[in-house]
């Protein structure tokens, strides 16, 4: 099982970023993905989840409104649009297969600062 996201990188606030988790080593049409986040000094935060035809998403009151999650089941690959951000969206971002996250990406770091 592979997760590998990409994407991250510095942005202003109010800026966007799209993040990208590209999976393989299971079938990932079968599978709701998550976010997960984790801000220095701070524990996990789970940000969204999508279920497996795409057409469900869940959203942690925080991002809500600004951020977007979307897959694309024919070329395994998971998004996060995020939109309107904010300097404590600064974190490291995660991809996680199931709405628990049985496994887990490397991280892609997001840093929104002026």
């Known amino acids: 099982v592979q997760l590998v996201e990409s994407g991250g990188g510095t942005a202003q606030p109010g800026g966007s970023l799209r993040l990208s988790c590209a999976v393989s080593?299971?079938?990932?049409?079968?599978?709701?993905m998550t976010w997960v986040r984790q801000a220095p000094g701070k524990g996990p935060e789970w940000v969204s989840t999508?279920?497996?035809?795409?057409?469900?998403?869940y959203y942690a009151d925080s991002v809500k409104g600004r951020f977007t999650i979307s897959r694309d089941n024919a070329k395994n690959t998971l998004y996060l649009q995020m939109n309107s951000l904010k300097p404590e969206d600064t974190a490291l971002y995660y991809c996680?297969?199931?709405?628990?996250?049985?496994?887990w990406g490397q991280g892609t770091q997001v840093t929104v600062s002026s």
């Open positions: 996680a297969r199931g709405y628990l996250g049985d496994y």
């Open positions: 080593g299971f079938t990932f049409s079968s599978n709701f």
């Open positions: 999508i279920n497996t035809g795409g057409d469900s998403t």
